[in-house]
């Protein structure tokens, strides 16, 4: 056997002697790692571990769920407040009653489709003044149930190519959209 390589250090121990001794260190480490991580004691840990952080995250999310409610209340009493003190001031008043009039002047002919086409109108004007103010309007409204049954002439019209329309309905719908812009107060 050749034994050149083994070399002999100032004690006298071998290299083989070394590298056996931190053999045996390392697999010493390795066992007892495994065996610490298969104990009871590692599972209790690992459970301690897995309580904490649940307990955590759901503190954590309890928080995010109470600060999101609170914007969102804080957002809608915003918009509450806004409604309040100036419900009016993003309508251009002048513009809706120019409109208006003209729409008006669509009623002075004898013509069944200028008829529709001033309801038509109306309804737009309508509509557009219920986004800019918002939902809350509807309730300024003192009588829906007319508007309700101006829509449906409206939605007749723009469903039924056939439907008849009289001089009186027209007059009917369009003085019942006027009256509900007037409780919007934008007329």
Same mark, same amino acid.
């Given at each position: 056997m050749n034994t050149s390589y083994i070399k002999k250090d100032p004690v006298g121990r071998t290299t083989l002697e070394y590298l056996a001794q931190a053999k045996n260190f390392f697999s010493d480490i390795w066992e =007892?790692?495994?065996?610490? +991580?298969?104990?009871? !004691?590692? *599972?209790?840990?690992? +459970?301690n571990m897995k309580l904490v952080s649940i307990i955590i995250s759901l503190l954590f999310g309890g928080v995010i769920i109470f600060l999101m409610l609170k914007m969102n209340a804080r957002g809608r009493?915003? *918009?509450?407040?806004?409604?309040? #003190? #100036?419900?009016?001031? =993003?309508? &251009? #008043?002048k513009k809706v009653v120019k409109k208006w009039e003209r729409t008006e002047k669509k009623l002075d002919s004898d013509? @069944?489709? #200028? !008829?529709?086409?001033?309801i038509l109108e109306?309804?737009?004007?309508? @509509?557009e003044v219920l986004k800019v103010l918002g939902g809350a309007a509807e309730i300024r409204i003192v009588d829906i149930d007319t508007i309700k049954e101006a829509k449906?002439?409206?939605?007749?019209?723009?469903? &039924?190519?056939?439907?008849?329309?009289t001089k009186e309905e027209a007059i009917k719908t369009i003085k019942t959209y006027k009256k509900g812009l007037m409780d919007l107060g934008v007329i």
């Open positions: =007892k790692s495994l065996d610490f +991580f298969a104990s009871y !004691h590692w *599972r209790e840990i690992v +459970f009493m915003q *918009r509450i407040a806004s409604l309040k #003190n #100036n419900s009016t001031a =993003k309508i &251009d #008043n013509s @069944e489709e #200028n !008829h529709k086409l001033a109306a309804d737009g004007i309508f @509509e449906k002439i409206k939605n007749s019209i723009v469903d &039924d190519s056939g439907f008849k329309l």
